[in-house]
């Protein structure tokens, strides 16, 4: 339990996050009104909501001993009342009523690499009322190549940090994503670079700006304030040299994978 308090325990150090969900909450949630939390963990979006006048929040997550955990929680913060707990994926939950607000983080680095998309659609179809409103509501994702030592360590790869000195090009930004109108579970951009310098290409770094409303807004971009999330890194097995004005077109594709849980990540490219 300890491991898993403190693996929980780094989303809610997270301040840039958790203001940021603080405030969408505060802004979206109507006194009264009936919320989904979508992958709850330890219960924090539950109980934000719940202080912004929630009288009932269904908060549904697939791990057993997180939502123990999340119990206590909300016993401890006197909220068990108002926060009905639900235990296993969302996709297979039914919950008695539909609800005005759905609000989850299941996002990764890259933002879409943690299958929010068909949470999203999911809980469009089969949790949210007419008119309802989804936080996040829109997610963009950020891509570049980069010049880089990259270190394996098993399963793991590791480089030290994402800085501007590593960029071999300017960095691509998506067209954001509309959560609330998008209907495709897989995400595919093509973004072109043309190398602003000379180097060895090995591998992209990625991030993403998320919109938890239209007017609030954060970014794990390495020029933002750090978040626990840092970025993500897609590496290229072996390093390729690359000249300065020679254009890269990318491919990358994420979409969800067969837990429920995770997406699959694919990316190629062609050096020209
Ligand atoms: C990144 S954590 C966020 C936890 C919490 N909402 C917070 O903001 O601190 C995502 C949580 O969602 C849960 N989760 C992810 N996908 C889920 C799914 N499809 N159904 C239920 N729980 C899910 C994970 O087990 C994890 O506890």
Redesign the pocket.
Known sequence: MQKLRKK?QV??DDSVRVRA?ERALKTIVQPGDIVA??????G??SFIAARAGAARIHA????PR?LALAREEAKLAGLEERVVFHE????NIDIPERVDVVV????GSLGLD??IVP?ILDAKKYWLKDGGTICPCRIAIALVPIDATINYRGAVVVIDSVEEACFLATPYESDPLDLMSTTEQDFVVRPRFTMTRSGLLSGFAGWFTVWLTEKISFSSAPHCTDTHWHQRLLPLREPIAVKEGQQLDVILGIGPDDS??QSIVEYDFTLS
């Open positions: 929980h989303l809610l969900y939390d979508l992958g709850c963990g330890l924090i979006l549904v997550e697939v791990e997180t296993g994926l969302v996709q989850t983080e299941t996002m943690e299958n949470l429920g849980l």
